[in-house]
Each structure stands twice: as structure tokens, then as C-alpha cells.
């Protein structure tokens, strides 16, 4: 599907922009947390799952290489505009009503802590249509039912296209339960990313 007006006019609506990945995104996030500009006027959230009691330098290698200000979520923190958010290990990351994170320790979902489908259905419940939701290459079904509530909330929900993904299978379930409202390519992944709130329409 290519970018139409109406994805790129709600792509700058949201206020709050939510990536979820897994097996094989986390080139494709690397590279979106570089272009971001730094005044994008948005809160961006990144799930990502990684393996249990895993150290993981991805939030070094983010922060070195990102324009906007980038951080690890801590239990309370404030949900603060030009800034990346990144879920911890180990935790669940939620939204609370009071726009702060919540950290929860409960047990994993489809085999992952942090869990896509948590995050993803809190931001449903908090801020629904404000939000705009990616979900990309993964290996299990995470992610797709809480993209499904999020769109069912009046967000804007977005698929990685599964033959364009490293492992489709995160995004397809997603495409098969009409969780993704778009099923764009990398490439219009990041066309739409970079389009000025004053750009014309995109073929």
C-alpha cells in the first residue's frame, strides 16, 4: 500500500508514536532513531524485546546516534515530547492515566519482557486516537493484539509489510486480525517518517 494524504496527515497528528519490533527490526529501528529530528514535537516509545538478564548496550548505541533525546524508562517517569523512550528488560512498560510510565514485573507474554501487546494496549486505553502505532519484523504474535485495540481506540496503526520484514511473522499477525489499518514497505516506512508537515501527497 502505497502513502496516502491521510496516513501522512495523521502520522503528524499523533502526539504519541509507538515502534514495536523484535527478530530482525532492530536495524530498521536503529536507523529510524537516527532521522527523527530532534524537534519532531512527539513522544516516541520503543519496545523491543531482548533476551532475559541479557546486558544490552542498545540504549548506548541509540542515544549516541539519535538527534532527539533518548533515555531508558524508569517506574514514574513522565511522558516528555521530543524525547525516545526506550522499555527496559525485564519489565513490562505501561502508561498510566496520569501520563507517567509504570514498570510491572508480571509474567512474560508470548515468551517477552518487556511485552509489545502491553505497552501498546495501556497507550489504547490513555490516549487512543493521539497515538500512531508501528509494528515491526518479529518472530512471534506480540504486538498484534494490542495494535488491534489501539486501532479499534481511533489510533493510527501501521504494519511493517511481512514479505518486506527479516521475520514477517510479528507483522502478519497483525495484518490477519485487521490490526494494521497500513501495510507499508520499509521503504514508505521511512518516507512517511520523513515527510514535513506541509508535504504533498506521496505515490
Known sequence: MALDKTVIERWHAADIVLFGGSAGSFKLLFQIVKILPADLNKT???VI?????????????????????????????????????????????LIEKDGTFALDV???????KPSIDVTFESAAE???????AILLSGANQDGAEGLLKLRNSGATTIAQDPDDAEM???????????AAEYVLQTEEIFKLLNTKSDSPHIN
Open 44 to 46: 516516541v516509545i520503543i
Open 49 to 93: 524485546h531482548r533476551k532475559k538478564n541479557f546486558f544490552s548496550e542498545i540504549e548506548k548505541l541509540f542515544a549516541e546516534n539519535s538527534r532527539m533525546l533518548m533515555r531508558e524508562i524508569a517506574d514514574k517517569d513522565i511522558l516528555k515530547t521530543n524525547t525516545i523512550f526506550i522499555a527496559p528488560a525485564n519489565y513490562h512498560t
Open 106 to 112: 508480571s509474567e512474560a507474554v508470548w515468551y517477552s
Open 126 to 132: 490513555v490516549y487512543g486516537a493521539r497515538c500512531l
Open 168 to 178: 514477517g511473522e510479528m507483522p502478519r499477525s497483525a495484518v490477519d486480525i485487521g
